[in-house]
């Protein structure tokens, strides 16, 4: 079976752009989290969808949004760019929310 | 409160040494434990996982016991290798339906031949 895929997998963008990055969880999967990891900050909890609803929600800016499709994958989007936006972003599949999660390789952006 | 803390790094050792890395917890309720593991450039892996106190997680010589008297979940490893050279993170879940992790700051690791 294959395992999570996020894509791309490196993106540069400058201030005040905006970005959308895609995540396909393992088949069968129906829940979805986003997480940001930095080296200040290590990894921090952005939202969980499930059933294409968002039933969790970390503490980060309105900037960054998501979505789920009926077929489980999702995309997050972050809008207006920072420097600090700058950070892996992982993503991670579970069949419900409270099973373990599987992670994706991650997207590394890079703001200029 | 919500939180992981795990022992700082980084952790040098030489190969065959013995590895603990220390992680406790604190969380209202009976969370799951787990501990992954993060090679340069990679997302994080699945190393094991316990469900429940006492229960003890294994895989690849890696071992970790959930204690709920001492809200720990200290990975060990008898003899590490060269190939574990890597970033181990302990995290816990909400003990809930919600997919949420919360993770310590992670410990690198550095095993030399």
């Known amino acids: 079976k294959a395992g999570v895929t996020q894509t791309p997998r490196y993106l540069i963008k400058t201030r005040g752009q905006q970005v959308t990055l895609s995540c396909s969880p393992i088949?069968?999967?129906?829940?979805v989290s986003w997480y940001q990891q930095t080296p200040g900050q290590g990894l921090q909890f952005l939202f969980e969808y499930f059933s294409e609803t968002q039933r969790n929600k970390g503490n980060f800016p309105g900037r960054f949004s998501g979505r789920q499709f009926s077929n489980s994958r999702s995309e997050m989007n972050v809008s207006t760019l920072e420097l600090g936006d700058s950070a892996l972003y992982l993503c991670?599949?579970?069949?419900?929310?409270?099973?373990?999660?599987?992670f994706g390789p991650g997207t590394r952006l890079l703001v200029l | 409160g919500n939180s992981v803390t795990q022992m700082e790094g980084p952790v040098t050792l030489s190969e065959e040494a013995f590895l603990t890395i220390n992680c406790t917890y604190t969380?209202?309720?009976?969370?799951?434990l787990f501990w992954y593991v993060q090679y340069p450039g990679e997302g994080l892996q699945l190393l094991l996982k316990?469900?429940?106190?006492?229960d003890k997680g294994s895989n690849k010589g890696f071992e970790a016991t959930y204690r709920k008297e001492t809200t720990s979940f200290h990975l060990e490893k008898g003899s590490v290798q060269v190939s574990d050279s890597a970033v181990y993170f302990c995290?816990?879940?909400?003990?809930?339906?919600?997919?949420?992790?919360?993770f310590g700051r992670g410990t690198q690791l550095t095993v030399w031949p």
């Open positions: 995290a816990r879940d909400r003990g809930s339906t919600l997919g949420r992790l919360y």
């Open positions: 969380a209202t309720g009976y969370p799951s």
């Open positions: 991670a599949s579970s069949l419900e929310g409270a099973e373990t999660q599987y």
């Open positions: 088949s069968g999967h129906r829940s």
């Open positions: 316990a469900t429940k106190a006492d």
